[in-house]
């Protein structure tokens, strides 16, 4: 059975920076690409960034290239969403999930608890 667990959220000011990370298993994790995702209230859940299993390539949702980077070590089974710059409009439920290469859509149907990131102005 997969388990996703997301942590590192917190209350930040605006132009602030966290570091996201989720530790995965019941999967082999080098095998797959993995995102992160966000849900913000009474909004539809998006997604944000994702890394190849490779990590030689990345893609992002336009609204956070350039102020945020995802990374990944295969060796721990984590995945990371550095955060910098961070703006009151990107705090949401942040969430990871395995990806098809180049999709959007989380690949595994159970999704974590999430990490909470709430950005101050």
């Known amino acids: 059975q997969v388990q996703l667990v997301e942590s590192g959220g917190g209350l930040v000011q605006a132009g602030g920076s966290l570091r996201l990370s989720c530790v995965a298993s019941?999967?082999?994790?080098?095998?797959?690409?993995m995102g992160w995702f966000r849900q913000a209230p009474g909004k539809e859940r998006e997604f944000v960034a994702a890394?190849?299993?490779?990590?030689?390539?990345?893609y992002y949702l336009d609204s956070v290239k350039g102020r945020f980077t995802i990374s990944r070590d295969n060796a721990k089974n984590t995945v990371y969403l550095q955060m910098n710059s961070l703006k009151p409009e990107d705090t949401a439920v942040y969430y990871c999930n395995a990806v098809v290469w180049k999709s959007t859509a989380g690949v595994f149907r159970s999704w974590g608890q999430g990490t909470q990131v709430t950005v101050s102005s």
């Open positions: 019941g999967l082999s994790f080098s095998s797959y690409s």
């Open positions: 890394i190849h299993w490779s990590s030689d390539s990345t």
